[in-house]
């Protein structure tokens, strides 16, 4: 996999059948890696080591539903009180970051609330924080660190 511009960190991987998997520590298990999952392990060591979120408020590819229609977001993290601190798109490095992707993140966020998100493809990162009161996003030039 091509390097990509976060940290960078150590993973376990495992060859199967010609099959590599890297280990989700978050959802303890191995998972075939793809391009956008190269994504998204970085960017989980990025929330836990370099912006000390702990593993027990991140949450990995579940579904939610919007407008009667299944999506799966890529990862969550959540506040110690349940509310969503932080929702974070991750796209294959081939994938151009553009408007469609933050309409897809900002649809999530409909449903969700979150205060701050993330969009990445590996190598560019876009961080906002959520004007609910004027009902748009803020670019900033991180995410604050994690702070219990």
Same mark, same amino acid.
């Not at 890529?74 to 009180?81: A, E, G, K, T, Y």
């Given at each position: 996999?091509?390097?990509?511009?976060?940290?960078?960190?150590?993973?376990?991987?495992?060859?199967?059948?010609?099959?590599?998997?890297?280990?989700?520590?978050?959802?303890?298990?191995?998972?075939?890696?793809?391009?956008?999952?190269?994504?998204?392990?970085?960017?989980?060591?990025? %929330? /836990?080591?370099?912006?000390?979120? $702990?593993?027990?408020? +991140?949450?990995?590819?579940?579904?939610?539903? &919007?407008?009667?229609?299944?999506?799966?977001?890529?990862?969550?993290?959540?506040?110690?009180?349940?509310?969503?601190? %932080? /929702?974070?798109?991750?796209?294959? $490095?081939?994938?151009? +970051?553009?408007?469609?992707?933050?309409?897809? &993140?900002?649809?999530?966020?409909?449903?969700?609330?979150?205060?701050?998100?993330?969009?990445?493809?590996?190598?560019?990162?876009?961080?906002?924080?959520?004007?609910?009161?004027?009902?748009?996003?803020?670019?900033?030039?991180?995410?604050?660190?994690?702070?219990?």
């Amino acid at each position: 996999m091509q390097a990509l511009n976060f940290p960078q960190y150590s993973f376990r991987f495992k060859n199967k059948e010609n099959n590599v998997s890297i280990f989700d520590g978050i959802r303890k298990k191995f998972v075939v890696l793809q391009p956008e999952e190269w994504v998204r392990q970085h960017c989980v060591q990025y %929330l /836990i080591e370099g912006k000390n979120f $702990p593993k027990s408020l +991140i949450n990995i590819e579940k579904e939610l539903t &919007i407008n009667n229609l299944k999506k799966r977001y890529d990862i969550v993290v959540f506040n110690s009180d349940g509310s969503i601190h %932080l /929702i974070v798109e991750c796209k294959a $490095p081939s994938v151009t +970051i553009d408007q469609s992707t933050f309409d897809q &993140i900002a649809r999530y966020n409909i449903k969700l609330n979150a205060t701050y998100l993330m969009v990445t493809n590996g190598m560019n990162h876009y961080f906002c924080q959520m004007d609910f009161e004027n009902e748009r996003y803020q670019f900033l030039k991180n995410i604050p660190d994690y702070t219990p």
